[in-house]
């Protein structure tokens, strides 16, 4: 750091999760720290700056990395393809992106690995396997059944997606997403515009929308959020998820009233009559 730099204006430390360092290394760093010279500049990158001591902080600008949004990272990545002479479609685009999770260096990461599974090309279905995620439509014909309380359709789906060989924990996290969209949908109704939504699903969305009240939307998101975390307690992941599936059958308003009268119709109709005899 006593050196100037022997070309360009500046000499950057660039210093990748520095809470990592010792107290004694944040001590010697500290006196650069308080008077540094006109050409050292200092970068300091770290995923948990409640480690880094105060003294340190207090000498810094910080600067807070947001998750990106996913339309973004889609238009970057169409931007990149578009330069490289990469065909791509729209939706497996969108499927990088969510898989990203807001990280525009692991969304390129997925391109690369994607690029080289679909053969120089990237399209859904082979994104989608790559990814091991969930068709939507599956997940639109589970949320159906569950609002028509079609319990043989729910089974028979999940049986589907075990053949497959299909992430449960995908699944839930889809229908998360779903149902979220769906509860938007359901309390602000001026969102529902399928036309100026880029989400090529929108439309599909708002008519399930329609079909599922407001309350069993709130607890089938609920439900399917707490479900994650119950699949790896089971020693088989999609009997998890069938259990999951048919709690939200279970808990639906009005089942629990109905089978409550079937099995008062069926006391009253094996209960035996007994008529005393006069004395």
Not at 190 to 208: G, K
Not at 234 to 262: H, I
């Amino acid at each position: 750091a006593v050196y100037k730099p022997v070309q360009g204006r500046f000499k950057v430390f660039m210093i990748d999760e520095v809470h990592m360092l010792t107290g004694h290394a944040f001590n010697a760093m500290l006196k650069t720290l308080e008077e540094p010279p006109e050409y050292l500049k200092f970068v300091l990158a770290t995923t948990d700056p409640h480690k880094v001591p105060v003294t340190v902080l207090s000498r810094c600008l910080q600067f807070n990395l947001r998750p990106m949004a996913a339309q973004t990272i889609v238009e970057h990545l169409q931007q990149v393809l578009s330069e490289e002479g990469i065909q791509a479609d729209v939706s497996s685009l969108r499927l990088l992106a969510r898989s990203a999770r807001g990280s525009m260096r692991d969304a390129l990461s997925l391109t690369d690995q994607a690029i080289a599974f679909g053969n120089g090309r990237l399209e859904e279905p082979a994104v989608r396997d790559m990814l091991g995620t969930v068709d939507r439509g599956q997940v639109f014909v589970l949320i159906e059944a569950l609002a028509k309380g079609d319990a043989q359709t729910v089974v028979s789906t999940c049986e589907g997606l075990r053949l497959s060989g299909l992430s449960p924990s995908a699944l839930l996290e889809d229908m998360c997403a779903v149902l979220q969209r769906m509860a938007v949908f359901q309390t602000a109704p001026s969102a529902a515009d399928a036309a100026s939504d880029p989400d090529p699903d929108a439309a599909r969305l708002i008519e399930l929308s329609g079909q599922l009240p407001v309350d069993e939307t709130q607890l089938l998101y609920s439900l399917c959020l707490h479900g994650r975390s119950e699949l790896g307690l089971s020693t088989d992941e999609f009997a998890a998820l069938t259990m999951v599936m048919l709690r939200l059958l279970a808990f639906k308003p009005g089942a629990s009233s109905a089978t409550t009268m079937a099995a008062e119709k069926k006391s009253l109709k094996t209960e035996p009559v007994t008529v005393s005899a006069p004395t």
